[in-house]
């Protein structure tokens, strides 16, 4: 399930253009058009609804809120999924729903990662494209981030845009197959690791035993894993009578 890490305040009317943002961006609120109207220049919030970013209540025209959720972490911006309704309901989760950049166990993942200098870098199952965002904007000459669905790839390249980083290539595939033929000296995963024995939410989905995209993660590490390299991921695995863990 998605934890994030934020509890909304008492709704009250937004005191600033800050104020205004996090309500819409973070706390994903209802905001009356008033509001919006007097902070928000004309030609930003045509691009907000333009990309997506605002959409009106469908039975109450005057109120804004915001489809995605957009929000600090690592030094960075990062948008996502969301987790929850305006109204505080759960969200209708469906398959191909990107996991947010702020939950425990990404945080997790993120410290497991070195800052160490490297050359090339590449994310798997790259959702957000968090890790890969965090090692183009501080210590990875280019940084590549894979995920096998469009809509991650969308927002991990919607990402990087609104970060201004040009040294992090995007891409849509199953695992390797989009940078055949390439070595990294760093490669990194946080896979879909609980186990699933009917459809479930892509993210989440590892197969009967939950290990099915780690292994042939790990599988893949020869090919593209140079000399010297380093791989890290977070993922679960289990021990089994006459069967080595590793």
Known sequence: ALEPLLVAPPA??????????????LL????????????????????????????QHSSKSEEFYSPIALYPTQGLFIASDRWSNPDRSPLV?????VYPAITRNTRSFLALLPLEPCERFLELCSGTGIASLVAAS???????????TARASEFAEFNRRLNGLSNLTVAEGDLYEPVRRRSFDRVVAHPPYMPSCSAA????????????????????LPDYLQSGGRFYSLALATERDAEAFE
């Open 12 to 25: 009250c009317d937004p005191r600033d253009r800050l104020d205004l943002l996090i309500r819409l961006f």
């Open 138 to 148: 501080r210590f990875a000459q280019h940084a590549w981030a894979i995920d096998i």
């Open 28 to 55: 994903g609120e209802y905001v009356g058009e008033v509001h919006i109207a007097s902070m928000i220049p004309g030609l930003v919030l045509a691009g907000f609804r333009a990309l997506g970013l605002l959409a």
């Open 93 to 97: 989760s469906f398959a191909d729903i």
């Open 201 to 220: 939410e892509i993210y989440y989905d590892g197969g009967e035993d939950g290990e099915q995209v780690t292994r042939r993660v790990i599988a893949g």
